[in-house]
């Protein structure tokens, strides 16, 4: 027995350094929360082998890119590596008002201009690695990766991590299950905030006869 | 297997109408919280049969009372039905620093006082029957009252239900189990909250070095 309230869905971001383990945290995420989906970037970078196109970003050429900037099409959208990603605005506003929430995996930069369009929406976690060994560690276990490109990836951790102190929430990944545990404790925390929850003004009404 | 960050406690303020079930709740999350304790306020009210001094309140006379508002010795206090009510500081002010989390079982103008004087510290939670006939029919059952005083509740209880608004979270009471389990999110979500994790920063560096 639950007495239902309508609400309006939050987005929530998850940023960390590369190697904090973020993106497992997403899929274990995704895979147990329902009403919980993931907003898929638009990117101006190649498919690698084990992509798929629509589920782990929408492959566009950069012209097609430029045009959606033009148009306001895009949330936020960020330039690193060389590369451009962005994320499409209809689908996200979309889920907000039907009460569905929303999962960025994005970056620093993609934080704050989403923080600039829409504020009250937003929820943003910061995962942070146990250690320094261990971020160094995970970063280098990538077989295929050039010494260069774990160089690059390296300073990019240091240059992300940063910015924790631009997050609503940090957390400390030491163990993947208590990480998705606390996780969940602020999604289930942030949905019972009195500003989403839209129809108490009704519900309060109803009490009050 | 947990990195241990020290954090500044929070102070948790329940409010509710009377018999919206706050009392039941603020009991088994005392049970089952650790570092969570309960604000024993001050009254000039007299003691009843089942209530201990110094475990529900703190019985004094009202001119111990009104010292202690000269002295500045109370976080908030309020006039309720002829009776005064007040928070001691000095134990809420240590607990805080040591890391540890206090619950307030106080009216809506006993949390408007906190907020002024603590807004960073606070997470106010509202608490709300699930009907307007379960309130009345609660609100009844207690049998020693006369019914001046059951209209003078249901009157307060109205009264105290228009300020719903003025709360960070509200829940809606309508099975104890889900609702104590929503504040335990509340707590675990505002516990991680980046503020209150004071000792960050310090973290953070030991990454970076």
């Known amino acids: 027995m639950s007495t239902a309230i309508a609400r309006r869905g939050l987005m929530l971001v998850l940023s960390s350094p590369s190697g904090a383990g973020k993106t497992t945290l997403s899929r274990r995420l995704l895979e147990t929360e329902t009403g919980l989906t993931l ?11 084990n992509e798929a196109e629509g589920v782990d970003y929408f492959f566009v050429t950069p012209e097609r890119f430029e045009a959606a900037v033009q148009d306001d099409e895009l949330l936020e959208h960020a ?10 605005k209809g689908p996200v506003m979309q889920a907000l008002a039907q009460g569905r929430d929303v999962l960025f995996d994005i970056d620093w930069q993609g934080t704050q201009q989403l923080k600039e369009g829409a504020r ?40 992300e991590i940063s910015h924790w102190a631009e997050y609503d929430y940090v957390i400390v990944n030491d163990d993947i299950v208590q990480a998705q545990t606390r996780i969940t404790a602020i999604l289930a925390a942030e949905r019972l905030r009195r500003t989403r929850q839209v129809g108490l003004s009704d519900f309060v009404r109803g009490l009050m006869r």
Do not use: N, W
């Open 120 to 159: 009250e929406d937003l929820v943003s976690v910061f995962v942070l690695p146990p250690s320094h060994d261990e971020l160094e560690r995970r970063l280098k276990t990538r077989a295929q990766d050039s010494d260069e490109i774990v160089a690059r990836r390296m300073a990019k951790a240091a240059d």
């Open 79 to 88: 330039t690193v590596f060389d590369h451009r990603y962005g994320t499409p």
């Open 39 to 49: 907003s898929v970037s638009v990117t101006t970078r190649r498919k690698r082998p």
